[in-house]
């Protein structure tokens, strides 16, 4: 085994965050870093207590809009208000005041925004082109008091591109006749039937509703309930358009969250493609297509209005097996890297890609280490500074191989790609704190990989301080999963299993902080 050391020496001192507790993000002074042990470094997270599924996703004049939701109070789930952020880039970030407050109809929870462009609502009275929210109200009074009719659909508008939100006199605007999970709306605007669409989750099925003015709904349709998986409650549904990539086709993509019922475990989406007439949703597709094989991307919608159609992925960097006991103190959660979708027809199949935005390469900056060859039946250990917070692209011919992150404590992340089983697999096990829940480090994660389609692999990681994205054949197979390592990874070492062919680690370079 040969030992090379690549030193990497970060001459910027981090400066301590003198956040006061238990004030609204609002109030917190911001720093240009966070310090917090596990705090990302390039991964949007909430100041301070608990956030989770990303919400209102939307561009408008220059501005991407994130909101999310948000507990003010604790690091612990609770009474569910909307966050808002907003980033010119999607990779730096100004936290802003809370956006949404429960009130008499109820807690606040996931849904979507629109630029209301024509003004359909009549919301605007001089000229200003109003964003819409719509989301669910969760009235947690009649959930304790037995009913199935406690949640409901509002909505809210901004004239001043949600800086500041007023709730619709009239909500609820859809009501609610005995659905027990009756939620996360999200709308865009049909330009062949020149309405709303609106598609929500009701337990085990999706429905659409259309409507002129955002105000008045009528249902149209249903879809799902003998098709993807259903081993959970589904949620936070999102309908879109997408050519598939080089061809004139167009067809349409559904993304269901479900909980629980992910192929390793707990929270994770699922996706269908199919044609979308105006009213109904079909897909001749039975069994479920996963966004994501890592157990730490759900809740993932995409943006509304966003510059050249582009559909941007934002996801939940959790799972609700144990998204309330992951060791961080002040704050709780991220948010995945922004992400493209794009359609792609895989050996007679569709397939949805997903990938780091462009923008994210600008954080990409000094090199640690590049060009390493790996033979046949051999291996490599690359010492590295920095690794916690690093972007890696390797390619490689061989199909058997195993990369594994390492510290000076012996916390190791492994990454294995075998060609017997035809599956990736990731191992966090032994990765650092993984005893604070029993099913964080109980088991490995596997994705199926077919190697027949390729004959070499590209394969993108990028690793943040709790974090890592793994992305092969730019994005045809995505695994996203959080580690606690007690110290950072320091140590690379990259085995080459394979008889015959070679491993080629193009580069590992550091990723700037977004903050």
């Known amino acids: 085994m040969k030992i090379k050391v690549v030193f990497f020496i970060v001459t910027a001192m981090l400066a301590g965050c003198k956040e006061k507790q238990n004030k609204k993000p609002e109030q917190v002074a911001e720093e240009r870093i966070y310090t917090e042990q596990y705090r990302p470094q390039f991964h949007f997270s909430p100041p301070e207590k608990w956030m989770n599924d990303p919400n209102g996703l939307v561009y408008n004049q220059g501005i991407y809009h994130l909101f999310y939701q948000y507990y003010p109070e604790d690091i612990v789930w609770g009474p569910m208000h909307w966050g808002h952020a907003t980033s010119k880039d999607l990779m730096h970030w100004e936290h802003k005041p809370i956006a949404l407050y429960p009130d008499e109809h109820g807690l606040i929870f996931s849904g979507s925004a629109v630029v209301d462009k024509n003004n359909t609502s009549g919301f605007a009275k001089s000229g200003e082109t109003p964003l819409v929210a719509i989301f669910t109200y969760h009235l947690m009074e009649d959930e304790k008091a037995g009913s199935n009719d406690f949640q409901t659909q509002g909505i809210a508008y901004s004239l001043d591109n949600g800086d500041t939100w007023t709730k619709y006199e009239g909500n609820p605007v859809i009501g609610n006749e005995g659905i027990r999970d009756f939620r996360d ?279 943040d301080w709790s974090s890592i994205e793994l992305f092969i054949d730019g994005g045809i197979y995505v695994m996203t999963d959080q580690v606690f390592p007690n110290e950072p990874y320091n140590s690379l070492i990259i085995q080459n299993e394979s008889g015959t062919s070679e491993i080629r680690l193009q580069s590992i370079k550091h990723m700037e902080s977004a903050w």
């Open 185 to 463: 709306p999200k709308v865009f605007w049909h330009e062949e039937s020149q309405q709303w669409i609106l598609t929500l989750v009701a337990g085990d099925h999706a429905k659409f509703y259309a409507s002129k003015n955002l105000k008045e709904w009528k249902h149209l349709s249903d879809f799902g309930k003998t098709q993807g998986a259903h081993g959970g409650v589904w949620e936070c549904p999102d309908l879109f358009p997408l050519s598939v990539e080089g061809s004139n086709e167009q067809k349409w993509v559904l993304i269901i969250s479900i909980n629980p019922g992910a192929p390793n475990g707990g929270s994770g989406t699922q996706y269908f493609i199919g044609d979308f007439d105006g009213e109904k949703f079909t897909s001749d597709q039975i069994e479920p297509k996963w966004v994501d094989y890592g157990t730490d991307n759900y809740a993932g919608v995409t943006y509304n209005n966003t510059p050249n159609g582009k559909r941007i992925f934002i996801g939940w960097m959790s799972n609700w097996d144990y998204a309330r006991d992951t060791p961080t103190q002040k704050w709780r959660s991220a948010m995945t890297l922004p992400r493209e979708l794009s359609l792609h027809k895989v050996a007679e199949d569709y397939r949805l890609k997903s990938y780091p935005v462009k923008q994210s390469e600008a954080l990409v900056s000094m090199v640690l280490a590049e060009n390493v060859l790996v033979e046949p039946h051999a291996s490599d250990t690359l010492r590295i500074d920095g690794l916690n917070q690093s972007q890696l692209e390797l390619k490689t011919v061989s199909k058997d191989f195993t990369l594994i992150f390492k510290n000076d404590m012996g916390e190791t992340l492994e990454l294995t790609l075998d060609a017997k089983s035809e599956a990736f697999i990731l191992n966090r096990m032994k990765s650092g704190k993984v005893d604070f829940q029993p099913e964080f480090g109980n088991k490995k994660h596997f994705m199926p990989v077919a190697l027949t389609e390729t004959e070499i692999f590209d394969i993108k990681i990028l690793l």
